[in-house]
């Protein structure tokens, strides 16, 4: 065997895992198939949702840190991975908030963090996922 065909063969067994790493790295990153919640569970979690963005008001850290809490108990009984690369992108940036609201005791980061967590709560909460993608879209917009 000489040299040539041994850098062939490395190149083609490289490439091989490339790809089964990007296949396994794909598999890991789909979108998680979420529960659907009870009528019930929906009402619980709207009703706390008003008491946390009532007490933003006279105490928005404080509201802040219960809307992250209260939005990751949503995502757990949904059934959404929690770790902190599989949460939803405005999840993780609320959290970036927060902690930029309380290192400088901001009270517009808390706003925006709260804003955001907002927007991951009504997505969860919301017909979860029986309307068709094209009428979400439009609400986006």
């Known amino acids: 065997m000489d040299i040539a065909t041994v850098v062939v063969d490395v190149v083609i067994g490289l490439w091989i895992i ?3 790493v990007a296949v396994i790295r794909a598999w890991q990153a789909r979108r998680p198939q979420l529960r659907p919640l009870t009528e019930d569970a929906v009402n619980r979690f709207k009703q706390a949702w008003e008491q946390i ?3 933003f008001v006279n105490e928005p850290l404080e509201a802040v840190n ?3 809490a209260l939005v990751l108990s949503v995502l757990r ?3 959404h991975p929690l770790d902190y690369e599989r949460l939803p992108g405005r999840m993780r940036e609320a959290r970036r908030q927060r902690i930029s609201g309380q290192e400088r005791a901001g009270t ?3 706003r925006q963090s709260l804003l ?3 927007a991951v709560f009504e ?3 919301r017909d979860q996922g ?3 993608a094209a009428a979400r879209r439009r609400e986006m917009a």
């Open 116 to 118: 955001n967590y907002r």
């Open 53 to 55: 963005a009532a007490r």
């Open 77 to 79: 009984e949904r059934g």
């Open 18 to 20: 490339a790809v089964i």
């Open 130 to 132: 029986r309307r068709p």
């Open 66 to 68: 219960e809307a992250d």
């Open 108 to 110: 517009e980061a808390l």
């Open 123 to 125: 997505e969860m909460v």
